[in-house]
């Protein structure tokens, strides 16, 4: 069964920066195509961005585009998300997941 732990949350503030990391196990990392998504308080899951097995297609929610950059290792079987100029919207727990399922989360916490 497919395992994911996050990392890289924490406490920043407005205008910080934080790089998120998602290491996959008893996983074929390599074959799949992964995403992030995140959970607010008191609200849904809600989708970040997208990557394809081979980093070729990528995609961003519109609040993520130009602040959030995705990316992934396949030879260590780890996922990134580089979020830059975070706002206060962005608390959240992030989750990286794929077609089967998703970690247990990092939680992001954007406060001055």
């Known amino acids: 069964q497919a395992h994911f732990v996050e990392s890289g949350g924490g406490l920043v503030h407005p205008g910080g920066s934080l790089t998120l990391s998602c290491v996959a196990s008893a996983f074929a990392f390599s074959r799949y195509g992964m995403r992030w998504v995140r959970q607010a308080p008191g609200k849904g899951i809600e989708w970040v961005s997208s990557i394809d097995e081979d980093s070729e297609k990528i995609y961003y929610a519109d609040f993520a585009k130009g602040r959030f950059t995705i990316s992934r290792d396949n030879a260590k079987s780890t996922l990134y998300l580089q979020m830059n100029n975070l706002k206060p919207e962005d608390t959240a727990v992030y989750y990286c997941?794929?077609?089967?399922?998703r970690g247990q989360g990092t939680q992001v916490t954007v406060s001055s």
């Open positions: 997941s794929y077609v089967g399922g």
